[in-house]
């Protein structure tokens, strides 16, 4: 795969490790986290940059990738204002990697495919040792 123009909102337990993995595979990584210094902590590792809102790291990436904790988490950072779709362009890709709900992919899909974004559901198997190694099971 060509390199993509990324971003990864989210930098947990999980989502930190992934993203790096994504950075050391050449992809251009812009990240956001709600607690800005977990974010700069991971561009001072792993280059890249980081945004001060899930719309400002999604502007411009051809995949946005997501991993934060539950239903209302994602509906924080993925829609409003200054969520994720607020800063997609039609045909971009947005990948939620939260183990979430049902109702919930059905409701991104919706919200997705009313600005031309393609929403993919995808929670991760493999825990921490997974994220960190880079062999997580990724079930779409």
Excluded at 8 to 25: N, T
Excluded at 109 to 127: H, Y
Aim: with cysteine.
């Amino acid at each position: 795969m060509s390199a993509q123009k990324v971003a990864f909102v989210g930098l947990g337990v999980m989502g930190y490790p992934m993203a790096g993995h994504l950075a050391a595979a050449g992809h251009d990584v812009v990240v956001y986290n709600r607690t800005a210094a977990r974010a700069g902590d991971w561009t001072a590792k792993h280059g890249g940059r980081s945004a001060p809102t899930p719309a400002q790291a999604a502007t411009g990436r051809d995949i946005v990738f997501s991993c934060v904790g539950n239903d209302d988490d994602v509906r924080a950072v993925v829609l409003g204002e200054s969520g994720i779709l607020a800063g997609m362009e039609s045909g971009a890709i947005l990948v939620d990697h939260t183990t979430a709900s049902a109702t919930l992919a059905r409701e991104l899909a919706t919200a997705g495919a009313d600005k031309g974004v393609g929403v993919l559901d995808a929670p991760v198997s493999g825990g921490q040792a997974g994220a960190e190694n880079g062999a997580l099971t990724v079930m779409v």
